[in-house]
């Protein structure tokens, strides 16, 4: 079954720090692989999205994420953080081989900007 | 492009009565739409899956007579809340799939139901 592991469930990051936020997955074919943003009471925003091809995908606001298969890792990353940064980033993964096709989300990872 | 609204934002209700939640593409034709439902501080559990002109098809643990879906067009999906409880209180998201990318959901903003 599909599923998708957020280790860090709360992270803090210094304003100008690079960040990285882990995800890795389980799928037993090539997954369709998602990073969505949620501010608080708001809904959801998508980032990026891997589906084929280079495994480096750029994303809105300068965020970017690899595609390693041998890792099942999709993991988000950002140079630079700004203190607009700071909302719940949720991965997910989903099939597109029907019509029963949906995305499962990982926990998602609070990111906290210090100033 | 590829927006999706929700109405109401939030909504306060008794206990007992009934809630209905709209969701609609507003610049394109959403084939499927999504109910999802998120408690505080967790993840986006998926409820539901509705195809414009068929039944919703529910996950499991979901109860389809309390939580009514209608796709009645490419636009605009409902969620109707029956017999709402505090333990409905949540906040309900929608997403759209459609348009130019076809493999890409589009979130709406999310209703915040709060039942007394």
């Known amino acids: 079954a599909q599923s998708v592991t957020q280790p860090d469930i709360h992270i803090t990051v210094s304003e100008g720090a690079s960040l990285e936020l882990r995800c890795n997955y389980s799928?037993?074919?090539?997954?369709?692989l998602f990073w969505y943003v949620q501010s608080p009471g708001q809904g959801l925003q998508l980032l990026l999205k891997y589906f084929s091809g280079d495994t480096l995908v750029q994303g809105i606001k300068g965020f970017e994420a690899e595609f390693k298969r041998s890792q099942s890792s999709f993991n988000l990353r950002k140079p630079s953080v700004h203190w607009s940064d700071a909302a719940e980033y949720f991965c997910a993964v989903g099939a597109w081989a029907s019509s029963a096709s949906k995305i499962i989300f990982g926990s998602g990872t609070r990111l906290s900007i210090r100033p | 492009g590829a927006v999706v609204s929700q109405h109401p934002s939030w909504v306060i209700c008794k206990s007992g009565t009934s809630v209905k939640i709209e969701c609609r593409s507003l610049d394109f034709q959403a084939t499927t739409m999504f109910w999802y439902r998120q408690f505080p501080k967790q993840s986006l559990m998926l409820m539901a899956t509705?195809?414009?002109?068929?039944?919703?098809?529910?996950e499991q643990g979901v109860e389809k007579d309390k939580f009514l879906i209608n796709h009645a067009s490419l636009t605009l999906s409902t969620l109707t809340v029956t017999s709402a409880h505090p333990e409905d209180s949540s906040f309900y998201i929608c997403s759209a799939k459609g348009g130019l990318s076809t493999d890409t959901q589009y979130f709406g903003p999310g209703t915040r139901l709060t039942v007394l």
């Open positions: 509705s195809n414009e002109g068929s039944k919703a098809t529910y």
């Open positions: 799928y037993g074919a090539t997954p369709y």
